[in-house]
């Protein structure tokens, strides 16, 4: 559903900026943070699901990153058998090598290294055609269901990639973790699809404020003259309260109404 709004002024007024967003600098930090590690689980799900990413958003780096972090994690009881060697101590643990996520650790480079030549296909850097943080486009079950239901659940992309993306790796985590000699695949994926969800949902939060930003922005303009001159009650503008009594003066209202800051934005404004 759409919603399209034709304004009458060619600038907005940001007075509702400084009273009612609630910014935290830590929590924003932290929040980045988050997004920037929870990038590199969710590229190992995402690379087997999805074709032609934006040259920005999936790198080659990051999975050769990833691919000598899951090689490590498979030479791990090595290392430690070789630092107990070392010391002159006997580990009461199997050392082997876990090659079943060694194999996964090729099959993951390689399909970066497949999905890395899709981008050199369409053409890199300083192009208009392609959107270069786009997250690809997905697989081709989910994109011939959409706008249908699965399993009752409407098909979208905030399904897709909060719901069914995820799905696949947690379950077969929790498969692979009652299974000998997968129980560490089976760990990291069921750890990769939590990180997705999670992740997934950020950005959906995040998508949602910014329409509403708008929103709130164009609401607090057209009610700026009943809040501040008129001051109306909270019901006849669309719920506004300001958490300060108003000078008496009107003189000194018109100030504060005609000092609102100011910000340049197109006439139009739709949100999905």
Not at 68 to 96: E, T
Not at 122 to 132: E, Q
Request: charged fraction near 20%.
């Amino acid at each position: 559903m759409k919603a399209y709004t034709r304004r009458e002024e060619n600038e907005i007024k940001l007075f509702w900026s400084g009273f009612e967003r609630r910014d935290n600098i830590i929590l924003t930090a932290l929040v980045g943070l988050g997004f920037a590690l929870a990038k590199y689980p969710s590229i190992i799900i995402e690379v087997f699901y999805r074709k032609k990413f934006g040259e920005r958003y999936f790198t080659l780096a990051s999975s050769v990153f990833i691919f000598l972090l899951l090689l490590l994690i498979s030479l791990a009881p090595k290392i430690v058998a070789f630092i107990f060697m070392f010391l002159d101590m006997q580990p009461n643990f199997d050392n082997g090598f876990d090659v079943v996520l060694f194999l996964f650790a090729c099959a993951f480079l390689f399909k970066s290294i497949k999905q890395r030549q899709e981008i050199s296909k369409y053409g890199v850097t300083y192009k208009l055609d392609r959107f270069s943080l786009s997250q690809g486009e997905y697989h081709k079950f989910f994109n011939d269901r959409f706008g249908q239901k699965l399993y009752g659940i409407p098909v979208n992309s905030k399904t897709i990639q909060i719901l069914f993306e995820p799905s696949v790796p947690i379950i077969a985590g929790v498969v692979f973790l009652l299974i000998p000699y997968f129980q560490v695949l089976g760990a990291i994926l069921l750890f990769c699809g939590v990180i997705m969800v999670i992740r997934q949902f950020g950005r959906a939060m995040q998508g949602r404020n910014a329409v509403l930003d708008i929103i709130d922005q164009n609401i607090m303009s057209q009610n700026k003259a009943g809040i501040l001159m008129e001051e109306k009650p909270m019901e006849e503008v669309h719920g506004i309260r300001l958490p300060v009594a108003l000078p008496t003066d009107e003189n000194v209202r018109q100030l504060l109404f005609d000092e609102t800051d100011t910000e340049n934005l197109s006439k139009d404004t739709w949100t999905e």
